[in-house]
């Protein structure tokens, strides 16, 4: 019997996976669990993060994760110094095949010796536009260095929408492998016990996600719904603007009908989808978000812009609504039309969970990753030969 195939996911991956904060760390957190399933690969995450304090390793049958501690810089952003320590790792861990979700990851790995799949989550030129500040700037500028040098030199590119694929249309002579978010298994179970009028944005409270917009639109939308009322779900660090999104909620009189959660565990945003009504989305930049995902595979209508490549996730009119891009106006109109025929909401419910379960299974997710290592492996990848 063959060896398993040594696998190595350099990415972000949450430190406690009862409480996952930002979509790459959850995806890669679905990836190893259905990789675990899997008797044929042996993982290797590798995590090179300010958020660890004590480099360790924890190893749990065929995945074993390697965290490694990156102390904060304030000059040179961490993403330079960690391409050196990635590098080394792999040198050390030896695996036929490196997954970067990073294209500092990915550049990592070229100088490690190896030719990487990439999987690409974000557009850093559009990202920029809502991160100000001069450490942003030049960490995007750094991020868009390492970009450069990945596309000239890797081969395979997976990526988690069209949208990216047609952003990065001739900048990269790399063959194209068209590969989904997965959903977490159990949301295709989940029980539904929706309230009436619950909206659910589960987001951070910053300016991509837009929260402001929606806030607007609840306002619209309450003349004809009076019951509706929104749930905030994720991230309230950005102090300043967390601010002005409470002072415009007072500005309309809606202070008792929006509700900032701050980041859930996990048993928690399985109760705040549970309850939703529907699930709506006003960010202006997004790839392929997790939180639609997530939601279609609970049978949860989503309303969204049609920022990026939301509207590859969400079908218009067949498992939710899709409008432009901060127009709060057509965002008003388009939770009122989903939830003012309980035929047409339970429709798109159905369509949804179809539509999610016929994408997004885990299982199916990680089968399309393995078909691109193995034909990677097979095209001569691996470590590059000595020079």
């Not at 978000?289 to 989503?302: D, K, N, R, T």
């Not at 490549?309 to 939710?320: H, L």
Request: aromatic residues 6%; positive net charge.
């Amino acid at each position: 019997m063959s060896r398993p195939l040594r696998v190595a996911l350099v990415s972000f991956y949450p430190a406690d996976p009862a409480r996952i904060s930002g979509g790459i760390r959850a995806v890669t957190h679905l990836l190893v669990m259905g990789f675990r399933r899997r008797t044929d690969v042996e993982i290797h995450v590798i995590h090179c993060h300010s958020d660890i304090a004590a480099g360790r390793t924890a190893s749990d049958g065929n995945v074993t994760v390697h965290y490694l501690a990156m102390p904060r810089r304030r000059i040179m952003p961490n993403m330079a110094a960690g391409v050196g320590r990635i590098a080394a790792a792999l040198q050390e861990i030896r695996p036929d095949v490196v997954n970067a979700h990073n294209p500092s990851f990915a550049v990592a790995a070229l100088e490690a010796g190896y030719r990487p799949v990439w999987t690409i989550h974000g557009i850093p030129a559009e990202e920029v536009r809502y991160n100000p500040g001069l450490f942003n700037r030049l960490s995007f500028a750094l991020m868009g260095y390492y970009e450069r040098r990945a596309l000239a030199r890797v081969r395979e590119i997976t990526a988690i929408s069209p949208y990216i694929q047609r952003s990065y249309a001739g900048r990269t002579g790399a063959r194209w492998h068209l590969i989904d978010n997965p959903a977490p298994d159990d949301m295709f179970d989940l029980p539904r016990r929706p309230v009436s009028g619950r909206l659910l944005l589960p987001a951070s409270v910053i300016p991509r996600k837009d929260p402001v917009t929606l806030i607007r639109a609840l306002a619209v939308a309450r003349r004809e719904r009076p019951d509706l009322h929104l749930q905030i779900a994720g991230r309230i660090n950005e102090t300043a603007y967390v601010a002005q999104v409470q002072a415009i909620c007072r500005e309309l009189g809606l202070a008792d009908r929006v509700e900032l959660l701050g980041v859930q565990s996990q048993p928690q945003m399985r109760q705040r989808y549970s309850e939703a009504e529907l699930v709506v989305l006003s960010s202006r930049e997004e790839v392929s978000p997790m939180s639609a995902i997530e939601a279609l595979a609970a049978g949860i209508p989503v309303v969204t812009t049609r920022a990026g490549g939301a509207g590859f996730v969400v079908e218009d009119g067949c498992t939710g609504r899709v409008v432009d891009v901060g127009d709060a106006e057509a965002l008003a109109g388009a939770i009122l039309d989903v939830l003012s025929d309980p035929a047409r909401y339970r429709e798109f419910g159905e369509r949804a969970r179809a539509a999610a379960d016929s994408r997004f299974r885990l299982d199916r997710v990680v089968g399309k990753y393995l078909e691109v290592y193995r034909a990677a492996t097979g095209n001569c990848f691996g470590p590059l030969p000595s020079q």
